[in-house]
């Protein structure tokens, strides 16, 4: 079987609409191009020129890009954002500032439907920046280097077209985004998995889940056949037989036809019970060729090396629960976008 590369990524650029709203809008979504495409500006100099407050702009971003469409095969949207921000002497950006989003996910199924919301949340993303130039009159213009900054993902792709609104409130009082420097364009990178590839790969478990099932069949019915009880390597290695079908079953077939969000978690999950029960295999498996003979044969002699297996992937469960568990409420929630959640992430 030959298939594409795993994953393709797309770049983004998103279409700075006015909020017309409080003129009787008929709707909320702001939609960068079609049939009901917003009213657009050009740049921030047109909305000074025409008197529009940063409040009354909505960065919108369709997905996927006009004459496209989105597919349950691609199973899963990572998407990561750039800020383009330029300096200027009267409105510089601060050092540790944090830029306020107000953002809104929709979808909907075809260009003639109304949008459905799936997702709407205040995020704080903290701004990394560098300008290699000095701060003067000359330089004003010029762009800082800013890192990337996550910004969403979600574990399934049920729906034809997708949506996302993003607000910058301003709020002198209370400090919100003050000090972000002049923000010029908001781009995006989409992540998702390629169809051909997720074609290849569920027939490949399609395949191998019987396969993997007979010979675990067979194997423990030949050790059962025997005269003698089962021995601790033989349990272990019908335990890891079973870890392996459990990560191979093609549940993943189910995601085509229900927007089953928890995919992503659920495969986290199925991965961390076969290598933990691999590397649990490989301490056995050199323990009992090792040990003494009167320690051999006995779970309890491999508490040491099996004890600290099964803290280490409690930990990563809590660490992924912390993370995709909070996106399948939040899709633009992440542990990474704080100091102390970083902290935390890193120590688990």
């Known amino acids: 079987l030959t ?5 393709t990524a797309v770049p983004y650029t998103s279409v700075k609409c006015i909020d017309v709203r409080k003129n009787h809008h008929k709707t909320k979504w702001l939609v960068p191009w079609g049939h009901d495409h917003c009213e657009k500006l050009k740049d921030f100099n047109e909305a000074v020129s025409r008197q529009i407050e940063a409040n009354d702009i909505v960065f919108a971003v369709h997905i996927p890009l006009p004459s496209k469409e989105m597919s349950p095969w691609f199973q899963f949207m990572l998407f990561i954002m750039q800020l383009d921000i330029a300096f200027k002497m009267d409105n510089d950006l601060k050092e540790n500032a944090e830029i306020t989003l107000d953002v809104s996910l929709a979808y909907r199924d075809d260009v003639f439907d109304d949008w459905e919301e799936i ?3 205040i995020e704080i993303r903290k701004l990394k920046c560098t300008f290699g130039s000095p701060k003067t009159l000359e330089s004003e213009g010029r762009h800082y280097d800013c890192d990337f900054l996550p910004f969403m993902e979600i574990g399934s792709v049920a729906h ?8 910058l409130p301003v709020n002198e009082r209370k400090g919100i985004n003050v000090g972000i420097g002049e923000i010029k364009d908001i781009r995006f990178v989409g992540i998702h998995q390629n169809g051909g590839f997720t074609k290849v790969w569920f027939a490949m478990k399609t395949f191998l889940t019987p396969s993997i099932l007979i010979i675990m069949v067979w194997y423990w019915r030949r050790i059962t056949l025997m005269t003698r009880a089962p021995v601790l390597l033989e349990k272990v290695i019908f335990a890891l037989g079973i870890s392996m079908t459990f990560i191979n079953i093609p549940v993943e077939w189910f995601s085509i036809g229900f927007d089953w969000t928890w995919m992503l978690l659920f495969g986290d999950i199925r991965q961390g019970i076969f290598y933990a029960m691999l590397l649990s295999f490989w301490i056995i498996f050199c323990g009992e060729h090792m040990m003494d003979q009167n320690e051999r044969n006995r779970l309890s002699g491999y508490w040491k090396q099996v004890g600290p297996i099964a803290v280490g992937s409690f930990c990563l469960f809590i660490f992924d629960m912390c993370e995709r568990g909070v996106q399948l409420k939040n899709p633009f929630y992440s542990i990474w976008t704080t100091e102390v959640g970083t902290e935390l992430a890193v120590s688990f």
Request: hydrophobic fraction near 40%; avoid cysteine.
């Open 160 to 167: 034809k077209y997708y949506l996302i609104n993003i607000r």
């Open 3 to 7: 298939a594409p590369s795993p994953t």
């Open 119 to 121: 997702a709407h949340a």
